[in-house]
Nanobody
Framework: QVQLVESGGGLVQAGGSLRLTCAAS?????????MGWFRQAPGKQRELVAI????????NYADSVKGRFTISRDNAKNTVYLQMNSLKSEDTAVYYC???????????????WGQGTQVTVSS
């Protein structure tokens, strides 16, 4: 069993910044898991925003956020972050943290999703 708790969402003006945090816990959690972020907006397709493996050797971003968002993790604390800069109105969505193997996180095919945190960007 793995529990994921996201925080850091809120309302921000376009051009502003937010940092999302996801803390993972559970007796079966492995620090070697890949961690990542999906987002979902009403009426839009679910989108993988960012993904990072344990070592950082494999890191990828959606084209829409490259150069603006940065995923990082603190393996000692089993925590992943998403630094979001130069926010745009189209970034408005619920952001979800995921953990699992790289392939599980890339496709969303994992049982370990957080409850989500709302990010709203006003123009």
């Amino acid at each position: 069993q793995v529990q994921l708790v996201e925080s850091g969402g809120g309302l921000v003006q376009a051009g502003g910044s937010l940092r999302l945090t996801c803390a993972a816990s559970g007796r079966t959690f492995s620090s070697y898991y890949t961690m990542g972020w999906f987002r979902q907006a009403p009426g839009k397709q679910r989108e993988l925003v960012a993904i990072r493996d344990y070592s950082g050797g494999t890191t990828n971003y959606a084209d829409s956020v490259k150069g603006r968002f940065t995923i990082s993790r603190d393996n000692a604390k089993n925590t992943v972050y998403l630094q979001m800069n130069s926010l745009k109105s189209e970034d408005t969505a619920v952001y979800y943290c995921l953990v699992g193997t790289y392939s599980q996180v890339r496709t969303g095919a994992t049982d370990y999703w957080g409850q989500g945190t709302q990010v709203t960007v006003s123009s």
